[in-house]
């Protein structure tokens, strides 16, 4: 078995007992900050539950990127290989002993912190995270509403959605009405219902306010799985985006793929209305919860992509 810890148990980003929930997030971001002065952090927004959501900002360069994850509750391992890629990148600024062969060399990270500023927003939907990870126990007035969207079972493993049962990657202004009717959904479910109207979900609300207030170059969005990189939408997409795309499969050995009959996510939202690149990785490959034990195999690709990313 491969430990979650990498090859250095001196790692703050690390999966411990089989989970990465909210707490688990926010005491590593803790200590990422007090270790690391160049991440720098703040809140964009709040949960449908009131729980901060976090962006980590790194890099002084004129050229903004911005990077998501965990918009889907049941892939809250994004979360954790985001987190953990910016543990890499501080570290080799700082010039600490590589924490792994995948750490970036200084001269390298260097040229990132440079050229770009990296704004990432490691874990979008916190509540959906707990709930796919700790169920309904702690979910207050609801806990019975939960329940009977979930089909009045207890095990909220496979559940996508926030709290009020609404589909992140399914909130954004971009043909949101073709998705609902797509969707066939007219309320609140443990994936695929649009919601009442489009951004009506805090944390798809707050990033939009971020991506619309930064000039991102381009974006990308972590979700699992399947090893594939979506680059297109509606013809939108401004035309160096396919080699872009091919770029960063190649980095992480992954497939570019020309998607269609997908519309209302985050990476469609932001090439229509910016006519920019944007794009979905979709990491690893198996079923949702994806095995923590697949954490650091999982992780040299993203290293890899990310780095791309910041260097295209």
Request: include cysteine; glycine fraction near 6%.
């Given at each position: ?5 990498g ?15 909210y707490a ?13 002065s ?5 809140s964009i ?6 729980k ?15 990077v ?9 391992i ?22 792994s ?18 704004w ?6 916190p509540?959906g ?12 007035s ?13 095990d ?6 926030n709290?009020?049962g609404?589909?992140l ?38 990033l ?18 399947g090893?594939e ?6 013809d939108?997409e ?43 990785v ?9 095995p923590?034990e ?14 791309e990313?910041?260097s295209?």
């Open positions: 078995m491969i430990s979650c810890y090859d250095n148990p001196e790692r703050i980003v690390h999966i411990a007992d089989q989970k990465f929930r688990d997030f926010c005491q590593q971001c803790g200590k990422l900050q007090n270790r690391y160049v991440l720098k952090f703040a927004g709040q949960s449908v539950l009131g901060p959501i976090w962006c980590v900002r790194i890099g002084k360069g004129s050229r903004h990127v911005h998501n994850a965990a918009v889907h509750a049941n892939e809250w994004t979360s954790a290989l985001l987190l953990r890629f910016l543990e890499d990148y501080a570290a080799a600024l700082e010039d600490e002993d590589p924490k062969s995948l750490a970036s060399s200084r001269r390298e990270a260097e040229a990132w912190y440079s050229n770009y500023t990296l990432a927003v490691p874990m979008v939907n509540d995270v707990d709930l796919a990870q700790n169920g309904a126990v702690h979910c207050g609801y806990r019975s509403r939960l329940l009977e969207w979930n089909g009045k079972s207890g909220f493993t496979r559940w996508k959605a709290i009020r609404v589909d990657n399914d909130q954004f202004p971009a043909f949101w009405e073709v998705e609902r009717e797509r969707r066939g959904l007219n309320g609140p479910s443990s994936q695929d219902y649009s919601g009442p109207a489009p951004l009506s979900e805090p944390e798809a609300a707050a939009a306010v971020l991506t619309r207030g930064v000039p991102f170059e381009h974006v990308l969005s972590l979700h699992s799985q090893k990189i979506y680059w297109n939408y509606r939108f401004p035309a160096e985006a396919e080699n872009m795309a091919e770029r960063l499969a190649a980095a992480g050995h992954y497939r570019a793929v020309k998607l269609d009959g997908s519309d209302a996510g985050y990476k469609d939202w932001f090439i229509q209305e910016f006519r920019r690149p944007g794009f979905t979709e990491v690893g490959e198996g079923v949702n919860p994806l923590p697949d954490f650091e195999e999982i992780y040299r690709a993203v290293h890899a992509i990310l780095a990313a910041l295209l």
